[in-house]
């Protein structure tokens, strides 16, 4: 139970999206990143002696790093530097040795809700959102960084900066993630065939 968080965070989600952009890479060595925080999460759930699990997950943590960094050369659009300052964040995993879990629980809430929006934003670029909304995203996106910054030190105002930043984000995915204009569009497309056959 007291490795549940860092199973489902890095043991978990964090090798499936090391896998994803392992793929989407192409390569032999990006995998090493997943494969990292897979021995790891079955270092924990072995319970094996030391810090052998936690300092796996942290060279995991690390490797898609370097991962983000050649993807960011390749293509250097907000959305996989967004990316990138999740997997920054979530390279914090080396304080897990030293033992500074409340650091690492936001840190961890960064990593994934960079990742998130980052793939979120580069999905609605098909949509061409206004420039505006563009400003309050890296807006939302440098409130979470100095949050994150900040948190690092225990600053109360470090974790305000999160919540804001974190409340921002799902303002900006409700009103411009492209899954709400996909969805509206089958409605209508099933409710047209439903009317037509009735007709």
Known sequence: ?????????SGFLATL?????AVALG??????APLLTALGALGLIAGLPGPVGPL???????????VFAVIIRRQPTLATMTMAAGAVAWAGNALWLGA??????????GFLALIIVGER???????????WSLVVFVAA??????GLALAVYGSEMGFQFIGA????????????????HTVRQDLRTRAHHLSSGSG
């Open 1 to 9: 139970p007291a490795a549940h968080g860092p199973l489902i965070v």
């Open 17 to 21: 999206i090391g896998l994803e952009r």
């Open 27 to 32: 390569g032999r060595w990006p995998y090493a």
């Open 56 to 66: 796996l997950t942290a060279l995991g943590s690390l490797g898609l790093l370097a």
């Open 100 to 109: 500074l879990t409340h650091v690492l629980v936001a840190r961890w809430a």
């Open 121 to 131: 934003l580069e999905l609605s670029q098909l949509a061409r959102p206004p420039r």
């Open 141 to 146: 996106l440098y409130a979470l960084l100095i």
């Open 165 to 180: 930043s974190m409340i921002a984000f799902a303002l900006w995915l409700w009103r411009h993630d492209l899954a709400r």
